[in-house]
């Protein structure tokens, strides 16, 4: 039999999948779900028992949370990266680095096939085959979905058919789940004016008693929450679920596709949004005006270039450390109000603050230079536009 790998979720476009291959072929089939810290060990368990149930010869389950945040995330938090100023790269990152996985994997047992369910209008498509064609190139990348052109309700109909049956209110929302957030896609996300009714999102909300934390971050890196020291792996588990409660990080993100359309995706990421707002707040007090503004520009591009599969780009090594050495500095505590649906940075505490250097401070009075520097000073920053305008009469 010839091995083929089936990178697979348990939604309905890989339950469509893999029963319509293993139906219709001779294939072993493999079933790999990778987990980037979005699904609890219970989740876990089903998904592989559903897995035998629809026809798998064989499943893994791959865990990549911690080389995910080692190899990613940490850069998206020093870049303060948000798509559009809008979009925490959620799924964009995570299909990456699970698309590298289930390509290790499938070199790994020498599979013929990999099989994936992305459709053939967004960006997972291109992800996925651009990993596996530069890490197992021998193998043949199979689409039922893309391939077939077929829509949601034509996959549960062909489910429903072969005595599947799945809950058509569950199946008619796409849902990814990461540490970095959780994607919802949906009838109402196709159009340009509608909004997710509330009870799209997975989490819903629990608390409205407003609260304060505490985030600490070391060397750019969050590193403790409310006193507790933890990794930054369990400190953003942690605050997803503690923001979750508030359905803090909800949005819709408008955005250019690979392939030049725009498209329409809903989110929810609690621990992403307070981390990155936290981490700039920090980084505004502790950078200079140049990093900042490089920064912008670098991490804009890693961001872009993350998004759009070509995460294997040296150039992204290059941003990276670019990055890494703009942290040395950025150590402190941020203090974050939490509130139902929104959030507000309170302040922060750093050895490394500029705000409070005694060399200069900013206020009504200083004791850096007396009026004469700051008269000099002014007259001599202002000569490039007295010269400029001085040429006026002459136009």
């Given at each position: ?13 890989t ?14 089939i493999?079933?790999v ?19 035998y ?6 499943h ?15 850069y ?15 799924v964009s ?6 698309s ?13 096939y990999?099989?994936?369910g992305?459709?053939g ?9 651009v990993?596996?064609?530069?890490i ?29 049956n ?40 629990s608390e409205?008693?407003p ?30 679920d ?33 981390i ?30 993350l ?12 941003i ?7 942290q ?28 409070q ?21 002014i ?15 002459l136009?």
């Amino acid at each position: 039999m010839n091995k083929a790998v089936l990178a697979y979720s348990g939604g309905l476009d890989t339950s469509y999948s893999l029963v319509r291959l293993a139906k219709e072929t001779d294939m072993e089939i493999h079933t790999v779900i990778i987990n980037s810290g979005g699904f609890y060990d219970k989740e876990l368990k089903q998904i592989e028992k559903r897995a035998y149930e629809l026809g798998s010869n064989h499943h893994v389950t791959i865990d990549i949370t911690e080389k995910f945040y080692k190899s990613c995330l940490r850069y998206l938090i020093y870049g303060n990266i948000l798509k559009n100023n809008t979009y925490p790269l959620s799924v964009s990152a995570e299909r990456i680095f699970q698309s590298l996985a289930i390509a290790e994997y499938a070199k790994k047992i020498n599979a013929k096939y990999i099989i994936h369910g992305s459709t053939g209008a967004g960006n997972d498509q291109i992800r996925f085959d651009v990993a596996f064609e530069v890490i197992t190139p021998k193998s043949k990348i199979i689409t039922p979905i893309r391939d077939e052109n077929i829509s949601r309700q034509e996959e549960l109909e062909y489910l429903q058919k072969n005595g599947i049956n799945m809950n058509w209110e569950k199946a008619k929302y796409s849902i990814n789940k990461g540490i970095w957030g959780t994607s919802i896609g949906g009838v109402e996300t196709l159009s340009s004016d509608q909004d997710l009714p509330e009870e799209s999102f997975p989490t819903p909300l629990s608390e409205t008693t407003p609260s304060i934390i505490e985030l600490e971050f070391s060397k750019g890196e969050p590193t403790g929450l409310n006193g507790e020291k933890m990794s930054p792996v369990a400190l953003i588990k942690k605050l997803n679920d503690m923001g979750g409660k508030y359905a803090i990080g909800r949005d819709i993100h408008v955005g250019d596709t690979i392939l030049g359309i725009k498209g329409r995706v809903g989110f929810e990421a609690p621990a992403p949004m307070i981390i990155i707002k936290a981490h700039h707040l920090l980084e505004k007090h502790t950078l200079s005006r140049w990093q900042l503004l490089h920064k912008d520009s670098l991490a804009n591009w890693y961001g872009t270039l993350l998004h759009e599969a070509q995460y294997l780009d040296p150039v992204m090594r290059d941003i990276e450390a670019f990055l890494t050495s703009s942290q040395k500095r950025v150590t402190g505590k941020v203090k974050i109000q939490l509130y139902p649906y929104y959030f507000r940075m309170i302040g922060i505490k750093s050895p490394y603050d500029m705000m409070q250097s005694k060399v200069a401070t900013y206020g009504e009075e200083n004791e850096a230079w007396d009026s004469r520097d700051a008269r000099g000073f002014i007259k001599i920053f202002g000569n490039q536009l007295k010269i400029h305008h001085s040429f006026n009469d002459l136009e």
